[in-house]
């Protein structure tokens, strides 16, 4: 995908799209290990800002826990399906909505708790600062802001996503955020390593791509 490219997302999560075939591999069923340890640590506070949730994985186990969840993302094909998840799952608190993650409003001050579990490397760089100054708006003073995204290394030079250095995402999250930790993690996906590629498996026999977890917090409302 190419730096200030959208993807065509509704495509790809209806199956319609060349560069995937059969599910996409970032929808592994249950949130990202990496978010759910954090989950499990108590580091998430209602209400919870799921951004780019897809098919809202993280938000369905919060809600199951009894948080309150938005979900938001540009695809109506995976905002259907996160709904007709939480209405067969019996989830009451989670609402999921269509929106330009990078554009949108209506929730100002409301979230203590933000994750980005796999969004930030799928925006196009030049609206990257746009998103954090929506996902900041929409932040509650204090509330915490988690980014799980890929680290440059994780696929071939030219290919793949927009992945970041640990630098290039301090830089770009600090102009909103205080950013207090940032330590490498993995992504786990539906898809087969490269031929000779040294990529670990998980015992899901899923692969563990390189990325970065980032830990941020918001001292002061962000306006405009």
């Not at 909505?97 to 030049?126: N, W, Y």
């Not at 990529?199 to 409302?221: E, N, V, W, Y």
């Amino acid at each position: 995908m190419a730096d200030e490219e959208v993807a065509p997302w509704d495509d790809i999560y209806r199956g319609d799209a060349a560069e995937f075939e059969g599910p996409v591999p970032w929808n592994i069923g249950e949130p990202q290990p990496e978010i759910a340890e954090l989950i499990a640590q108590g580091k998430f506070r209602s209400d919870v800002l799921d951004a780019g949730c897809g098919h809202a994985e993280t938000s369905l186990y919060l809600a199951a826990q009894g948080y309150t969840v938005v979900g938001l993302d540009m695809s109506p094909t995976a905002i259907a399906a996160a709904q007709k998840a939480a209405q067969d799952r019996g989830l009451t608190g989670t609402t999921f909505e269509v929106a330009d993650i990078s554009a949108f409003t209506g929730f100002d001050g409301r979230f203590a708790t933000i994750v980005d579990s796999t969004l930030f490397h799928s925006l196009p760089v030049d609206r990257r600062r746009d998103y954090l100054q929506s996902v900041a708006r929409a932040a509650a003073p204090g509330a915490s802001y988690y980014v799980l995204v890929f680290a440059v290394g994780a696929f071939p030079e030219g290919e793949g996503p927009n992945a970041v250095t640990e630098d290039e995402l301090r830089e770009t999250v600090s102009e909103f955020w205080t950013v207090d930790s940032i330590r490498p993690a993995f992504i786990h996906a539906l898809q087969a390593p490269p031929e000779g590629s040294n990529l670990q498996i998980d015992d899901a026999g899923r692969t563990m791509l390189p990325a970065f977890l980032l830990s941020a917090h918001q001292a002061k409302p962000v306006s405009g």
